[in-house]
C-alpha cells in the first residue's frame, strides 16, 4: 500500500505566495508522473501541474509563469510552490503519484487526501 499526506495549504492573501507538499509513503519501487491537482466548489477536478520522474513539468494555463512543481526523489516528495496568488486559486489541492511498488509491477495511480488553498483578503 502507498499513502500520499498533503501538508502546508493555508489562508493567505491575494498576492501572496504558500507552498504545498506531498509526501508518499509505503511499498515504493519508483514514482513515475506526480502531479497536483484542484477542485473548487461545484467545479470539476483539473489539473493543475505535472512532473515526470525525469523533472519535465507541465502548467495549467492560468498558472504558468506563477507556480513552480518540483519533486525530490530521495524522498518520495512533491512540491507546489504558488505565488501571485489570487482567490480564483482558491480549491481543495489533491496530490496523484503513478507509483510502483516492485520491480516490473503494474503502476498504480494514488490520491492524497487534499489540502484546503483559500485566497482572500
Known amino acids: 500500500q502507498v499513502q500520499l499526506v498533503e501538508s502546508g495549504g493555508g489562508l493567505v492573501q491575494p498576492g501572496g505566495s504558500l507552498r504545498v507538499s506531498c509526501a508518499a509513503s509505503?511499498?515504493?519501487?519508483?514514482?513515475?508522473?506526480m502531479a497536483w491537482y484542484r477542485q473548487a466548489p461545484g467545479n470539476q477536478r483539473e489539473l493543475v501541474a505535472a512532473?515526470?520522474?525525469?523533472?519535465?513539468?507541465t502548467y495549467k494555463e492560468s498558472v504558468k509563469g506563477r507556480f513552480t512543481i518540483s519533486r525530490d526523489n530521495a524522498k518520495n516528495t512533491v512540491y507546489l510552490q504558488m505565488n501571485t496568488l489570487n482567490p480564483e486559486d482558491t480549491a481543495v489541492y489533491y496530490c496523484?503519484?503513478?507509483?510502483?511498488?516492485?520491480?516490473?509491477?503494474?503502476?498504480?495511480?494514488?490520491w492524497g487526501q487534499g489540502t484546503q488553498v483559500t485566497v482572500s483578503a
Open positions: 509505503g511499498i515504493i519501487f519508483s514514482i513515475q508522473r
Open positions: 496523484n503519484a503513478d507509483v510502483q511498488s516492485r520491480a516490473l509491477g503494474p503502476i498504480r495511480g494514488y
Open positions: 512532473i515526470t520522474s525525469g523533472g519535465s513539468t
